[in-house]
């Protein structure tokens, strides 16, 4: 079966400071892979995604950025933080054969203090 | 205007009442509707998936499309105080690539 493993679950980082967010799923082939950010009362904001190894379609302009270094691996980055990047963001995959759910990772929660 | 309008509540409704949830949408190329649950702290997981207008039943969970009004509705009957969460509705064209999802409504079902 296939799993998502999204991490660390909670994060506190300085104004100015580099980010690295990772992710990687497990018992599928060249997933596509999407980048999420969450605030309250917005929903869900797709950042990123990605149909394969070094491909990333970025879909906000910020000051974020995304990596896919290998086939179930995806990387979210900054290199330096704005109180404004605060929030939950997820992770998630959908096989690349056709319309079918998405399946989220349990998320990360960013404050920039 | 968003793609995807959904009231975020709070919706605050007593144990065994049927709860009704809504979006409307804009984008006439939407063919598939998803309802996803999503408790505090967690990602969301999948509830409801239809394709185009119709109704889809599971359990206690009824999912509604009418793509003429631009609206889709999820009922929870007999609801209970473990389905107290926030509820996304998410909808996708028909290349599936890209899911739209809607703010989210937190529900809070009270014993």
């Known amino acids: 079966s296939q799993t998502i493993h999204q991490w660390p679950a909670t994060l506190v980082q300085p104004v100015g400071s580099p980010l690295s967010l990772e992710c990687t799923v497990e018992?599928?082939?060249?997933?596509?892979l999407y980048w999420y950010r969450q605030a309250a009362g917005r929903g869900l904001q797709l950042l990123f995604y990605?149909?394969?190894?070094?491909?990333i379609s970025s879909e906000v302009p910020q000051n974020l950025s995304a990596s896919r270094p290998q086939d179930r691996q995806f990387i979210l980055s900054s290199k330096k933080l704005l109180l404004s990047d605060s929030g939950f963001y997820l992770c998630?995959?959908?096989?690349?054969?056709?319309?079918?759910?998405?399946?989220f990772g349990q998320g990360t929660r960013l404050t920039v203090v | 205007q968003k793609e995807v309008e959904q009231d975020p509540g709070p919706l605050s409704v007593p144990e065994g009442a049927i709860v009704s949830l809504n979006c409307t949408y804009s984008?006439?190329?939407?063919?598939?509707f998803m309802w996803y649950r999503q408790y505090s702290r967690k990602g969301p997981e999948l509830l409801m998936y239809?394709?185009?207008?119709g109704n889809k039943e599971d359990g206690r969970f009824t999912a509604q499309v009418d793509k003429s009004s631009k609206y889709i509705s999820l009922f929870i009957r007999d609801s209970q105080p473990s389905d107290s969460a926030t509820y996304l509705c998410?909808?996708?064209?028909?290349?599936?690539?890209?899911?739209?999802f809607g703010a989210g409504t937190r529900l809070f079902v009270k014993a």
């Open positions: 998410a909808m996708s064209d028909a290349g599936g690539f890209k899911t739209i």
């Open positions: 990605s149909v394969g190894i070094g491909q």
């Open positions: 998630a995959w959908k096989p690349n054969t056709g319309n079918t759910e998405a399946f």
């Open positions: 018992g599928t082939s060249n997933p596509n």
């Open positions: 984008n006439s190329a939407f063919q598939y």
């Open positions: 239809t394709y185009s207008s």
